[in-house]
C-alpha cells in the first residue's frame, strides 16, 4: 500500500518526507489558502522538489480546459512522470481522466462519494479514485463499504486503477485501509506521527534503555558533577544552607584528612528536631553519631549500584574514588 502524506504546510511536509519511505503528498487548493500561501505555481515547483510524486488539482469547467490547465503546470518545469493531477469527478471530469491518460498522464479522479462514480473514473483509465471517507462519515454514511467496494471492482474487473483511502481523521482510519486492501492511502501529519505510538512499545522501549544504561555506564559517570561535602566542623545551620544549595537531600561529612565521617540527612535532620529542639542547630556535625555510610565506587558498574539500591532501601548513596567522596548519586540518576 502506498503513503503518501496528506497537507500543504512547508514544515510539516520537509519534518514528513525526512522519514525517506513516504510515497508522495497530495495537497488542494484548499490546504493552500488555509497556510496562506498566494504564489500557487511557486508552492507546487518546490513542493515537487521535496515529493517523489506530487498530486496537484487541475480545475475547469470542460474537459479541455482541465487538460489545458495540466499542460500549463506541466510547463512550469513539473516531471510528467512525478505528477499527478487531481481532477473532482463529474462527467467532464472524466472526459478529462481520458484525454489526459491517452498522453500517458497520471489521473487521480478525487471527491469521489458513489461507487457509480467510482466506475466511471475507473473506465475512463483513472490512475487513482479518490473516496472521502472522513467526510462520507460524517454525512452518516458507511465511507468503509464503498471503500471496499472500490477495491473489489477493481480486482473483479481487473481495471489499472489504485483506491486511494482519503479524508483520514484518526489512526483507526489507517487500520480500517490496511483491513480492506486499499492500494493507496493520504494521511496528514498528525496522523502518520501516531502510527508508530503505543504505551506498551514506550514503556519496552524505556526499560532497555535502562538495563543497557546500567551495564555499560560507571557510576561516576552518572553523578551530576556536584560533591556535597562539608567538613566536620560545619555548624548545623551552615549544613543545612549546604544542603539546599547543593540540591540534595543529604550531604557527606568528612574528616580533616578528606575521609567520610558520616552522611547527614534531611530525614536526620528531622529527628534531630523531633528529639532535641531548636537548639541542635548550635551543634557542630562532627559532635553528631553516624552509622557506616553506604558507599560505592566510582569505577564500577550503574548496575553494582542498583543492586545496593535493592540492598540497602535508600535514595542516595556516596559515590567514592578510593575511599574518598566524588559525589552522590540518587536513584533517579539509574534512569537519567
Avoid: W
Avoid at 471517507?133 to 473489489?152: I, K, N, S, Y
Avoid at 519496552?204 to 535502562?210: A, E, K, N, S
Amino acid at each position: 500500500m502506498e503513503l503518501y502524506l496528506d497537507s500543504a504546510n512547508l514544515k510539516e511536509i520537509e519534518e514528513g518526507f525526512k522519514l525517506g519511505f513516504l510515497d508522495g503528498l497530495t495537497t488542494t487548493p484548499t490546504f493552500m489558502q488555509k497556510e496562506g500561501i498566494t504564489d500557487i505555481d511557486g508552492t507546487i515547483l518546490k513542493l515537487s522538489k521535496i515529493a517523489p510524486v506530487l498530486q496537484i488539482e487541475a480545475l475547469g469547467n470542460t474537459a479541455e480546459e482541465i487538460l489545458a490547465e495540466a499542460e500549463r503546470q506541466l510547463a512550469l518545469g513539473l516531471d510528467e512522470t512525478k505528477t499527478v493531477f487531481k481532477i473532482p469527478v463529474s462527467l467532464e471530469g472524466v472526459r478529462a481522466c481520458k484525454l489526459l491518460r491517452d498522453r500517458d498522464l497520471l489521473v487521480n479522479v478525487h471527491l469521489v462519494y458513489t461507487l457509480q462514480q467510482a466506475y466511471m473514473a475507473m473506465h475512463a483509465g483513472a490512475t487513482y479514485v479518490c473516496p472521502l471517507v472522513g467526510r462520507l462519515q460524517d454525512q452518516g454514511h458507511d465511507a468503509l463499504a464503498l471503500v471496499e467496494q472500490c477495491v473489489d471492482a477493481v480486482d473483479i474487473y481487473g481495471y489499472d486503477t489504485k483506491i486511494m483511502f482519503s479524508s483520514v481523521r484518526h489512526a483507526e482510519h489507517v487500520r480500517n485501509a490496511i483491513n480492506i486492501g486499499v492500494h493507496t492511502i493520504t494521511v496528514p501529519l498528525k496522523i502518520l506521527k501516531q502510527l508508530t505510538e503505543n504505551n506498551f512499545t514506550t514503556v519496552g522501549t524505556d526499560q532497555f534503555i535502562m538495563d543497557t544504561r546500567l551495564m555499560m555506564v560507571k557510576v561516576k559517570e552518572a553523578i551530576n558533577g556536584v560533591n556535597p561535602i562539608v567538613s566536620e566542623d560545619t555548624g548545623l545551620t551552615e549544613a543545612i544552607i549546604k544542603m539546599t544549595e547543593y540540591g540534595f537531600g543529604a550531604i557527606t561529612v568528612v574528616r580533616k584528612d578528606g575521609s567520610i565521617k558520616g552522611v547527614f540527612t534531611d530525614g536526620g535532620l528531622r529527628q534531630l528536631l523531633v528529639d532535641k529542639g531548636r537548639d541542635v542547630l548550635n551543634i557542630k556535625l562532627g559532635d553528631l553519631e553516624y552509622r557506616e555510610p553506604i558507599t560505592i565506587e566510582g569505577n564500577v558498574l550503574l548496575n553494582e549500584a542498583n543492586l545496593l539500591f535493592k540492598k540497602t532501601n535508600v535514595d542516595t548513596i556516596v559515590v567514592t574514588d578510593n575511599g574518598k567522596p566524588l559525589g552522590m548519586i540518587d536513584i533517579q540518576d539509574l534512569a537519567s
